[in-house]
């Protein structure tokens, strides 16, 4: 990531934490992934030359800002769904001051995954609602690529129990192979082939 690239994301990172501090309600947080989380992102895009990413949960753009970058470096591309319009929006605005595109959807992204054709998407990032994830998890078989579509879900560490329900679902997956990665909040990898 350029150094400007980069400082708008720290910027939004540090004016995130400081909206979150004041927050009581956690729907009302930002709730960002870590930073470390995000370079891992943008590495694994990089590495599995993925095309076609899709994001559950974009919030205010922060972690969009990372897997665009590294989009633009693959020659792929973005498409990141939020249920609330005025986080679609503000990540709308984030998303240009750092100089980097992305498809942003307000949609509920069950009807997302429905939506989309077999083999769809290289890389799906869930940051989202955790509870929703066993539910998306047959859609989410499907939509990947079969030669090496990833998974990765945050929060894996953090909130172990609830993401332990599409966990069991994926290591009883025999077409997956999956990893629990102790970065940031943890990121659990399943990759399809």
């Given amino acids: ?8 994301a720290a910027d939004l990172l540090a004016a995130s934490k400081a909206h979150d501090a004041t927050q ?18 943008g590495v694994l895009v990089r590495a599995t030359r993925a095309g076609r990413i899709l994001e559950i949960g974009t919030s ?6 990372w897997l665009a970058d590294a989009a633009e470096a693959t020659g792929g591309a973005v498409t990141s769904v939020e249920i609330d319009p005025e986080r679609t929006e503000l990540a709308r605005a984030n998303l240009a001051e750092a100089g980097v595109t992305a498809e942003l959807l307000t949609q509920d992204a069950g009807d997302v995954l429905r939506g989309s054709p077999d083999a769809a998407w290289d890389l799906v990032f869930l940051d989202a609602e955790r509870p929703a994830y066993t539910g998306y998890w047959p859609e989410l078989v499907r939509v990947l690529r079969p030669d090496g579509g990833t998974v990765a879900i945050d929060n894996a560490l953090s909130h172990a129990g609830e993401v332990a329900e599409v966990s069991g679902l994926i290591e009883a997956e025999p077409s997956v192979t999956s990893a629990l990665v102790p970065v940031g909040a943890g990121l659990l990898l399943a990759v399809r082939g």
Wanted: charged content about 30%; glycine content about 4%; proline content about 6%.
């Fill in 24 to 41: 009581s309600d956690r729907l009302l947080r930002f709730r960002n992934v870590e930073p470390e989380t995000a370079e891992l992102l």
């Fill in 1 to 8: 990531m350029n150094p400007e690239r980069l400082r708008v």
């Fill in 60 to 65: 205010n753009g922060y972690s969009t800002i």
